[in-house]
Every structure is written in structure tokens, then in C-alpha cells.
């Protein structure tokens, strides 16, 4: 006959494991509860573990991409508000600019106009979103489009030197008085155009990139998200707006010259709101592509939580019992705990 060693230490020691089990089990229960999935995923899964990391992973991806397209629909929206406003001085200067024509409209009218519409241009040009500028390209930390009207600007002293390269005064020379309509249409087109169409806007007018913000819009589509101020919409109401403050300004130049500037700007305008409508158009087009992969992303991503949720979800009512159980059953061994630690052989004799 054997009997075995038994103390109220041992018996003492093997409720206190317990109660560490109980407390490790009941951290796992709470957080069950509380997230309604598995607190173990290897321990509860298992073998389809694998899966269940790789169904977690491309959800996160979606997810992601799907908040990549809100920042992205925020920045399209944005520039359609932009270039709205841009349409609408556009509009603006070419009203003035044909009531200046029919002799509707004093120069005085037209030259405030103009340089009005240089303004708002260059200020709307410069909008910012979230702090990055949605006209720079791929360069939003720089404002695309400098001010003509600023001291020092180079844009201004760009054309100024164009000027007299040509004519060989500056446009407040008393010699402007006898530029004619030709000379003004020559300079206009083989230089002004040139110079604003070319590499000259890149040089003394635009800071923005070449390149356009690229955005991963889906899985497996990407997109030209941005639009740039080195558009020809902008170069051409720039240069119109640059030739109509520039001429008029001038106290000497003569009324023919004038009225050549006036009514060629009246053409490059009308060219800028057309190509400002195209703009639109197609700024709307890559709208609706986000919206509609937003929506095939937002299925996808409902389908790969539905799918884990089947696999990793656990029924919460049985996890709010099995916290009750742990809780009474922790309760209880600290009560036995108590009573253990009361028993002497002293109290006993």
C-alpha cells in the first residue's frame, strides 16, 4: 500500500495554475466577445489558417485601394470645380471682349477685364486640396502657375523682351503709335503664340510636372487621375488675357493695333473654352472610371469579409457564456484559494 504526499502547499499550487489558465482563457473569451471573431486564428483554423491570412490580406488591399479612390474622387471633384470657375471667367472675358469689338465696350472696360481674368487664372490654377496642388502634376508641392502681374515676374519680362526684339521700342514707346494691324497679328503669331504654346510657358509661366498623378483605381487598373496646368486651355486664356492687358495698357499704342489684339483675342479665348469643355468632358469620364471601381472594389471587398467571417466569426452568444463561466469559475478558486490558505494543523488540534 502506497500513499501519496498531499499538503495544503501542493493542493494550493495546482489551484493557482489553474486560475492562470482560467485568466489566459478568459482574455481570448473577452476579446471574442467583444470582436466577434477568434482571438487564436492558428488554434481555432488550423490547417485552413493559410487561407484565412491571405483572404485577410487581399481584403486589406481592396480596402486600401477603395480609400485611395475616395482621396481621388475628392481631388476630381475638386478640379471640376476649378475648372468650372475657369469657364466661367473664360466666358466672361469673351463677352466683354466681343461687346469691346462691336464697340459695346470701352478699352478701359476690356483692359480691367483682362487683367481680372489674369488673376483669377493664376489664383484658381493654384487651388490646393488636402495641401498638394491638383493642377502641378506629380509636383504638388509647388504652385503650377506664377503670377504675370508680380514684381519680378519672368513671364512679364519674358514678353516685355519679345516686344522689343520685334518692334524694336517697348510697348509705351510713342513709336507703338504707328504699329499697324498686320505687324500686331505678325508679332502675335509667329511670336506670342510660339512663345506661349511652346517651351517658353515651361520657362517663365509653369512650375507643374510633365507628368500627371498616375492612381491605382482597381486590382488591375490604373489611371490618369490629375489634370495639368501645361494644358493648351490654360496656355490659351493666359495668352489672350496677357495680350489684351499688355496692348490696352499702353497709352501710345494705336487704335489699329489695338483693335488687332482685341479681336485675335477674342479667337484664342473662344479656342480656351472649347478646350476647357473637352477638359471637363474628360475629367467626368475618369470620374465615373472611379466610381464604377470603387463600386466592383466595395463588392469585392463585402464578398472576402463575408468568406472570412464564416471562417473566423464566432457566435457571440456562446462567447458571452463561456466569459460568464470563466468569470464564476475564477470566483470560485478564489474562494477555495482563501479557504486553503485558512487550513493549520494548529486550527485542526
Partial sequence: MKTSFVSTSSVSQALRYQLMRMQSQLVGANKEMQ???????????????????SLNRDMERVNGIIDQN?????????????L????????TLLSTLTAGINGEATQAVTLVDAKGTLSSLTSIANTTLNGEHIFAGINTDVKPLDDYTAAGSPAKAAFDASFQS???FA???PAAANITAAQMTSFIDTVVVPDFMGAGWDTNWSQASDQTITSRI???????????????SFR??????TAVYEMLSSPTMSTAAKTAVTERAHSMVGEAIADLATLQSETGVIQQRVSKATERLQTQSDLLESTIGKMEAVDPYEAQTKVSMLMEQIELSYA??????????????
Fill in 35 to 53: 470582436n466577434g471573431v477568434v482571438a487564436d486564428r492558428g488554434l481555432a483554423l488550423g490547417a485552413r489558417t493559410t487561407q484565412s491570412i
Fill in 70 to 82: 475616395g482621396l481621388v474622387a475628392s481631388r476630381l471633384t475638386a478640379t471640376q470645380n476649378a
Fill in 84 to 91: 468650372k470657375q475657369i469657364e466661367e471667367k473664360a466666358q
Fill in 166 to 168: 520685334f518692334f524694336g
Fill in 171 to 173: 510697348q509705351s514707346d
Fill in 218 to 232: 482597381a486590382l488591375n487598373e490604373t489611371l490618369n487621375t490629375s489634370v495639368n496646368a501645361k494644358d493648351d
Fill in 236 to 241: 490659351k486664356l493666359a495668352m489672350a488675357a
Fill in 336 to 349: 477555495l484559494t482563501a479557504r486553503l490558505q485558512k487550513l493549520s494543523l494548529s486550527k485542526f488540534l
